[in-house]
């Protein structure tokens, strides 16, 4: 299946706000005017990256953690422009492949990293109470 035949893209580059915005811009160019434009940013705003787009209606965050395959959660990121059938049907979509849905706002960092950064911080400057030397 070619890009401009898909009825839903999730783009996954790398986090830079000016590249997922040009590749919006690119794809909605190329794709059919009812397909999902869909990020997997983990701390871009949708709403930001969605801005240069026609019609925003059609774009929404798929936040998938890694590994994929072994960790089942996803966030899915509604922006005001989000039309509500589009999250209805990205919901019943991560259902049906057995992701465990939670729905954010368009927040920085979304809830997980959000949450956890602060306690992942803490574990790196923590003095380890016991070392062992071999």
Do not use: Y
Not at 5 to 22: F, G, N, P, S
Not at 114 to 132: G, M
């Amino acid at each position: 299946m070619l890009a401009r035949d898909a009825d839903l893209l999730i783009e996954a580059i790398v986090e830079r706000l000016d590249a997922k915005q040009r590749l919006f811009v690119d794809l909605a160019a190329l794709v059919a005017p009812t397909a999902v434009l869909a990020s997997n940013t983990s701390s871009l705003s949708i709403t930001a990256i969605a801005a240069g787009l026609a019609d925003p209606t059609r774009s929404i965050g798929l936040h998938f953690f890694n590994p994929v395959p072994a960790r089942k959660l996803i966030e899915i990121v509604l922006v005001e422009q989000t039309e509500p059938s589009l999250f209805e049907a990205m919901a019943e979509l991560m259902r049906g492949w057995n992701e465990h849905l939670v729905t954010v706002r368009d927040v920085p960092r979304f809830i997980v990293n959000r949450v956890a950064r602060p306690f992942n911080a803490e574990a790196f400057d923590a003095k380890p109470s016991v070392c062992l030397w071999s």
